[in-house]
């Protein structure tokens, strides 16, 4: 079995910086990907961030120059650095593990239970 746990969600005003972690337990043999996934009221989910375990980075393009994923492999947590945010940022953060718990045979996606972000005028 495999959790995550989130923290670093709130309230901050726009123009203002935030940083959310996740960090992954149980279980494991390894993790190949760790990310960032948003939901806002009303509308889809969309990937925010992602980085594998090669170091390999992918961004939402309203995100990129502003947010910045990092892992700590070590850990098994992953940090998601948001500066220069706008209202638009406001939503559900949600957590997610590509995890392997039968050495390396098969991976799963895993979530964190959400945090809410936002971003206030």
């Known amino acids: 079995q495999v959790q995550l746990v989130e923290s670093g969600g709130g309230l901050v005003q726009a123009g203002g910086s935030l940083i959310l972690s996740c960090a992954a337990s149980g279980s494991i043999f390894s993790i190949n990907v760790m990310g960032w996934y948003r939901q806002a009221p009303g509308k889809q989910r969309e990937l925010v961030a992602r980085l594998s375990s090669g170091g390999s980075t992918n961004y939402a393009d309203s995100v990129k120059g502003r947010f910045t994923i990092s892992r700590d492999g070590a850990k098994n947590t992953v940090y998601l650095q948001m500066n220069s945010l706008k209202t638009e940022d406001t939503a559900v953060y949600y957590c997610?593990?590509?995890?392997?718990?039968?050495?390396?045979?098969?991976?799963?996606?895993?979530w964190g239970q959400g945090t809410q972000v936002t971003v206030s005028t």
């Open positions: 997610y593990a590509d995890a392997s718990t039968d050495f390396g045979r098969h991976y799963y996606s895993h």
